[in-house]
């Protein structure tokens, strides 16, 4: 799976990303379940998703608010 930015997400609608919120949370259940049972491979792909899903609900927050995506200033 690619990682997701925000120039993916800038393009997607509400629907369209609580739908990918929705797919990346499932994604982190199973990858929490095989942490539990000590079969889990890459355990920095749960960081990975963790921070997709704070994008999808970063960008759904603009789209609510109406505010523009920015790029961040580090």
């Not at 990918?20 to 000590?38: D, N, S, Y």
């Not at 355990?43 to 609510?64: F, G, K, P």
Request: overall charge positive; some cysteine; proline content about 1%.
């Amino acid at each position: 799976m690619a990682k997701l930015t925000f120039k993916n997400l800038k393009d997607l609608t509400t629907q369209e990303l609580g739908a990918k919120g929705r797919e990346l949370r499932q994604e982190l259940f199973h990858l929490r379940i095989q942490q539990a049972t000590a079969r889990l491979e890459k355990s920095h792909r749960m960081r990975e998703i963790r921070r997709e899903i704070a994008r999808c609900e970063t960008r759904i927050t603009q789209l609510r608010r109406g505010t523009k995506a920015t790029k961040p200033t580090f």
